[in-house]
C-alpha cells in the first residue's frame, strides 16, 4: 500500500457517516477512488429506494479522495461545490461510486463521480456527479 | 393542519434516512419546508465537522417538500438534480435547512434551499442548494 | 462614482462579448450588479427566444462583477463553476441580470444573480444561477 | 446524411446566437454532436480570452443537439438546466465542444459535454458541463 493509499484510508476510517452508511473504501488509484455501499434500511427515502443523500455521499467522498491522491502528503480537500444528476432509483443490492479527476491543481480540483446500483452482479447508472475540490 | 402539511409530515416519516440523521420537520408552509438535524457523531466527516451528505440530505429534503406543497395531492416528488454550495463546515449545535419553491410547474419545480448552522442562538449561513424537481 | 466602480466599467468595456450581446452596465453596489440586455436578432436559440448563451452570459458576468465589488483593488476573478436553471424562455423587451455575492472570501467568493425577462414595463423571473468565483 | 441528422442542421441553422459566434456544427451522432467555433474578437472576457458564455453557448448546443438526436422526429428540446466548470481560459486556434446522451428518457434526458482549445493540432480540456435537457 502507498503512503497516499495508507493516509486515505486512515482518513475514510474516521469519516463517521461512512460507518452509519456502512461505506467501504474500495480501489484507491491515481486521480481513482471506489467506495461501495448497501441500501441500509435506515437510508432510504419515502418510496423504499436509496435516499439521494446515500447517493450523494458516497458520491462526493469517492470524489474528494480522489482529489486527495492527486495532492501533496500534507493536504486535506474540502468540497466547494457539487451537483448531481439522479438518472434512476436507487435500488438493488448495493451502490458503487467512482470518482475521478478531471483537472488536478495546486489549490483546486475538479473532479467527477458516477454511482451505480449492482443487482445480481449487473449494474445501471443512476446518478453523475461534478464538482470542485480545494486543498485546505 | 392542512391536508397537504399531513401528507407531508407522513412522507416525511417514511424517510428512514431522516431518522438515522435524527432529522425533524418544522414549518410546513405553501412553498417553504423548514428541517432541523443535529450533528450526531455518527454523521462527520473526517475533521469531525458534518459530512457534506448530511448538510445535502437534509437540504435536498427540505428543497423536495417545499416543491411537494405546490402539487396536487396524489403527487410525488422526485430529485432530477441537485448543486450545493458549501460555504462553511458544518459544527455548532444543530443544522437548520430551508426548501423553497423558485418556480411551479405541473411537471418540474425550481427549488432552492439554504442551510444554516445555529450555535447558541447565532446561526451561519453555511450550504445553498439549487436544483430541479420532478413530479410522478 | 467610487474607485470600485469606476474599476468595473472599465473592465466592462473591454469585455467584447458585452458588446456583442448589446448588454450595459447598470446598477453598481457593495456585492450587488445589475447588466442589461436587449434580445437581439443575433442571440437567439432555434425557436427565435434568447439563446442560453445570452442569458448565462450577462448572468455570469453580473455575478463575477458583484464578487469584484468585495475584493482588493487589484484583484481580478474567474469563474471557477456555474450553474443556470431556466425556467422560461428568453423573450420581451430585454433581459436584467442581477448577480450578488453570498459569501465573500479571500479566494472564493460564492455568487449567486438571477435574470428577468421585461416586457412592457412588467417582468418576469427566466433564470438563476449559483456558482464559484477565484480571485486571480 | 440521416433525417435526424438533416433536422439537427436545419435547426442549427435558425440558432443565430452559433452564427454570431462563428460557430458551425460539426459531427452529429447517435447521441453526440461537435459544434466548433472561433474566438472571435467579439467573444472576449476582460482579459482577452473567450468569454465563459461563448464556451457555455457552443457546449450547451452541443448538448441540447446530443440529446435531439435520441428522441422523435417531432421533438424539440430546451434545457432546463446546465452547469459548467470552467478549467482554463479559452485560448487558442479555436473551441471543440463535444455534447453527448448520458441518459436517454422520453421527456427529461441527462446530458455532458467538453470544450476543447486547440492550438497547432493540440487541444486542452477548458470545460465540462453537465446538465438536463427536456423535450416539449
Known amino acids: 500500500m502507498t503512503d497516499a493509499e495508507a493516509r486515505i484510508r486512515a482518513s475514510f476510517a474516521r469519516q463517521s457517516m461512512m460507518q452509519t452508511l456502512g461505506a467501504e473504501l474500495g480501489e484507491v488509484g491515481e486521480g481513482r477512488v ?36 492527486t495532492l501533496p502528503q500534507s493536504a486535506e480537500v474540502m468540497t466547494v461545490e457539487m451537483k448531481i444528476n439522479l438518472m434512476s432509483p436507487a435500488t438493488g443490492d448495493r451502490l458503487v461510486a467512482e ?23 449487473t449494474r445501471k447508472h443512476i446518478a453523475m456527479l461534478q464538482g470542485t475540490m480545494i486543498a485546505v
Chains 1, 2, 3, 4 share one sequence.
Do not use: C, K, M, N
Request: hydrophobic share 45%; no cysteine.
Open 99 to 121: 470518482g475521478r479527476v478531471i483537472r488536478a491543481g495546486r489549490r483546486i480540483t475538479v473532479v467527477a463521480a458516477d454511482v451505480w446500483a449492482e443487482t445480481d452482479g
Open 34 to 69: 471506489t467506495i461501495t455501499a448497501p441500501i441500509l434500511p435506515g437510508a432510504l427515502q419515502q418510496h423504499g429506494a436509496g435516499h439521494a443523500g446515500l447517493t450523494f455521499s458516497i458520491g462526493d467522498s469517492a470524489a474528494g479522495y480522489a482529489a486527495l491522491t
